[in-house]
C-alpha cells in the first residue's frame, strides 16, 4: 500500500524531472525575451541595454541545456557491476563519458546529480566563513588563530573534491580511482584539522597533563595517513563486506580519536558554555547519521528504484556530514573567543602543529596518493586483460 501512494504521489515526477530542467530554463529565456523588447523601447544607453539583455548569457544557456538533455541515462544491468550502486537501479551515465558531458551532467537529472550539489554549494559557505574570519581576526598576524584557519582551510577542501569526483568520475575507471583518491584524502586531510582545533581551543582541562593530551596530535597524525591510505586501499577489494569495513574504519578511527575529548568535556566538565555543549551534541548526532547511511543504504534498500535521483543515502550522508561539520565550527568559534585568555597562559600550542606538521600530513597523504594511482594504472591494466581472455 505505501509502495502504491509512493508511485502515486512521486513516481511520476522524477520520470518528469528530466523535462522540467529544460522548461524552465527556456521559461526564463522567454520572460527575459519579452523584457528585453520593453527595455528596447526605452531611451537608455548601450551599455545599460547590454547590463540587461544578456544576450551572450542567454544564448549560451541554450546551447547548454539542448547538449543537456541529449546526454544518455543507463540501468544498473546496462553498466558493469563494479560501478553499480546499491538499490540504485536507474540515472546513471556512461562509464565512458566526456568531460563536457560529466560538467553538462551537473544540471540534468542523474542519479549523481544531487551528490554534486549537496557538497559544491556549502563549499562557497565555508570559503565565504574563512575569507570573513582572515579578514576579522587579522589571522596572518596571530598565531593564536592558526590551527582555526588550517581547519577551515580542511572543510573548504574535503566537500569541493567530493563534489568534483562525483562529477568527473564517469570518464573511464582510471579517472574513478584517482578521484576518488583524492577525495578520501581531504577527508583525511580533514580529520587531521579537526583534530588540531579540538586540540587548540576544546581540549578539557582534566585531560591536558594526561598521556593523551601529550600525544593526542602525534597520534592524529599516523590516524590521518592511515585513513587516506585505508581508503585508498579498499578500492581494490571486491568483496562488499570488507570494502565496507576497511572504508567505514578508516575515517571512524580518527573520528573517535578526535571525540573522545570533546564528548568528555561535553559529559564531565564544569567550564563548558551551554551554546558550546549543543552545538557538539548536535554534531555527534549528524556525525552518527552519516555512519547510518553509509553502512544501511536506507532508504533506497527499502523501496530500490524509488530513491534513484533524490533522497537516497549518500545525499543524506552528504548533508548530515555538512551540517556536523557546521556545528563543530560554530562551538569552537565560542571557545575559540572564550577561553584564549587560559588556553595562552596554561596551554599554549606550539605554531608548528598549524604549519610544519600540517604541510607534512599534506605531502604524506599526496605521496600515498600517488602511490595508490600508480597501482591503480597496474590494476586496471591487468582487469583488462582478463576481459579480453
Known amino acids: 500500500m505505501a509502495s502504491k501512494v509512493y508511485d502515486t504521489v512521486f513516481g511520476n515526477h522524477f520520470k518528469k524531472v528530466n523535462r522540467l530542467f529544460p522548461v524552465f530554463f527556456r521559461t526564463w529565456i522567454y520572460v ?14 548601450e551599455e545599460t541595454k547590454n547590463f540587461f539583455f544578456f ?36 540515472g546513471y551515465r556512461s562509464p565512458s563519458s566526456s568531460v563536457k558531458e560529466c560538467a553538462l551532467s551537473v544540471f540534468f537529472a542523474t542519479n549523481e546529480t544531487l551528490n554534486f ?13 574563512l575569507v570573513f574570519f582572515w579578514d576579522v581576526l587579522r ?34 575507471d582510471m579517472a574513478r580511482h584517482v578521484w576518488f583518491f583524492l577525495d578520501y584524502g581531504g577527508l583525511s586531510l580533514y580529520a587531521y584539522g579537526a583534530g588540531l582545533l579540538i586540540k587548540a581551543y576544546s581540549f578539557p ?4 597533563r594526561t598521556i593523551m593530551g601529550e600525544y593526542f596530535l602525534e597520534i592524529l597524525v599516523f590516524l590521518s595517513i592511515t585513513c587516506s591510505i585505508s581508503a585508498c586501499y579498499s578500492r581494490f577489494i571486491e568483496n562488499l563486506f570488507w570494502i565496507k569495513v576497511f572504508r567505514l574504519g578508516a575515517f571512524a578511527l ?10 568528555y568535556r561535553v559529559t564531565f566538565s564544569v567550564d563548558v558554555d551551554p551554546a558550546v555543549a549543543e552545538h557538539y551534541i548536535l554534531q555527534f548526532f549528524f556525525s552518527f547519521c552519516i555512519f547510518f547511511f553509509y553502512a544501511s543504504h536506507l532508504p533506497e534498500r527499502l523501496a530500490p528504484g524509488k530513491f534513484d535521483f533524490f533522497g537516497n543515502s549518500h545525499q543524506l550522508l552528504h548533508i548530515s556530514g555538512i551540517m556536523a561539520t557546521h556545528h563543530q565550527m560554530s562551538a569552537v568559534i565560542v571557545d575559540m573567543k572564550d577561553r584564549r585568555a587560559k588556553l595562552e597562559e596554561y596551554y599554549p600550542l606550539a605554531e608548528y602543529w598549524s604549519v610544519q606538521v600540517f604541510s607534512l600530513v599534506l605531502f604524506s597523504i599526496s605521496a600515498a596518493i600517488c602511490i595508490f594511482i600508480f597501482w591503480a594504472r597496474h590494476y586496471e591494466k591487468n582487469r583488462m586483460e582478463k576481459r579480453q581472455k
Open 32 to 45: 527575459q525575451t519579452k523584457f528585453n523588447l520593453f527595455m528596447s523601447k526605452l531611451c537608455l544607453s
Open 55 to 90: 544576450n551572450a548569457y542567454k544564448t549560451k544557456m541554450s546551447q547548454v541545456l539542448n547538449s543537456a538533455s541529449d546526454i544518455p541515462l543507463y540501468k544498473d544491468e546496462e553498466i558493469p557491476p563494479h560501478l553499480r550502486e546499491v538499490a540504485i537501479l536507474t
Open 117 to 129: 550539489w549537496t557538497h559544491f554549494i556549502p563549499t562557497f559557505y565555508f570559503v565565504y566563513q
Open 139 to 172: 589571522a596572518y598576524n596571530d598565531s593564536y588563530y592558526w590551527p582555526f584557519i588550517v581547519y577551515m582551510i580542511t572543510i573548504c577542501i574535503y566537500p569541493l573534491i567530493s563534489a568534483l569526483a562525483h562529477t568527473f568520475c564517469s570518464t573511464s
Open 205 to 208: 582541562e582534566e585531560l591536558a
Open 254 to 263: 580518527p573520528w573517535v580519536w578526535d571525540s573522545i575529548p570533546v564528548l
